[in-house]
């Protein structure tokens, strides 16, 4: 993050999570409860950083499942991979366009010192673009639109307009996307995107190396999923492509017809050329956590 974001740094007083108890179970993540103060984020206009709030833990039923009811950041591990994943597939409710309101909700530093994370510059989220989908992490709170399409019966996410619309609200006017080629029939573990007008970005390559999703047949209403990236981002000011490894877990709650809760929690990993590679492994260096509320937006009239 550097000297110059650290100096714009504000720290909070450490505060403990408060188990908050819902009609419907729903997982979220236990972040920065122990931290003895918050770590300097990315952006000077962050006026506080709120915890995430720790619901009641799901009863342990299948593999993503189980792993997320734990809250346990040192356990979102990078996976092994082998065989290239499907494009992931959605509930049939996540289908249409939606109002999304993205909150910063916290971050946690689960297998090493706040200042040892801090000195590297190669930690995903650290830069900007350096997490396409979120951009400018620490920026809060933002509104984009989403939209999740059926295609030959399978719902999926319309990716290149969910990427144009988040980037676009996180950079806010420094910066845009002008292209994003993606052909999930051919390939759906390869997008190329290209931007304008950004200092560390013109050009990003994103591998997905690995998915996993699940669906409780007892609370049809909660869909799981993680999505293990591998982000190759190229600019004029440097030779060479700067390579970002991280995972996203997202967990879907429909509360409504026309209203859910997304969770996300962001687990960055150490390059294996960071020279704090091998006191990590495959464990994530930093936890980021993001919540926003989906409002289904108005069908416009043909």
């Not at 029939?185 to 591998?207: C, G, H, M, W, Y």
């Not at 996203?248 to 687990?267: C, E, S, V, W």
């Amino acid at each position: 993050m550097g000297r110059i974001m650290a100096r714009k740094m504000r720290w909070l007083r450490p505060k403990f999570l408060q188990l908050l108890l819902l009609s419907v179970t729903f997982w979220s993540a236990q972040i920065a409860s122990r931290c003895m103060a918050p770590a300097p984020l990315p952006r000077s206009s962050i006026l506080r950083v709120a915890p995430v709030a720790a619901l009641a833990p799901l009863p342990a039923e299948a593999a993503l499942r189980e792993l997320l009811a734990k809250r346990n950041a040192r356990e979102l591990t990078s996976p092994i991979f082998n065989i290239p994943p499907k494009q992931q597939v959605y509930p049939s409710w996540l289908e249409g366009s939606w109002h999304a309101t993205s909150s910063f909700a916290g971050f946690e530093f689960p297998t090493l010192p706040r200042a040892q994370v801090m000195r590297q510059d190669d930690v995903p989220g650290f830069k900007k673009c350096s997490i396409i989908d979120f951009a400018d992490v620490g920026k809060s709170p933002l509104e984009y639109n989403m939209s999740f399409v059926n295609q030959q019966g399978a719902v999926v996410e319309d990716l290149p307009y969910n990427l144009r619309s988040s980037v676009a609200a996180h950079l806010g006017g420094k910066g845009r996307i002008t292209s994003v080629d993606y052909n999930p029939q051919n390939d759906p573990n390869r997008i190329t995107i290209r931007l304008s007008a950004t200092k560390n970005a013109e050009r990003v390559e994103l591998f997905v190396n690995a998915r996993d999703s699940e669906q409780p047949s007892e609370e049809p209403d909660l869909f799981l999923s993680s999505e293990y990236r591998r982000q190759v981002t190229f600019s004029s000011r440097v030779e060479q492509g700067y390579n970002c490894n991280y995972q996203h877990f997202r967990t879907f709650q429909r509360l409504g017809p026309d209203k859910l809760r997304l969770n996300i929690l962001t687990a960055s990993y150490l390059d294996p050329l960071s020279p704090l590679y091998f006191d990590t492994f495959d464990k994530p260096a930093i936890v980021y956590a993001h919540e926003l509320e989906l409002t289904r937006a108005p069908t416009t009239p043909a």
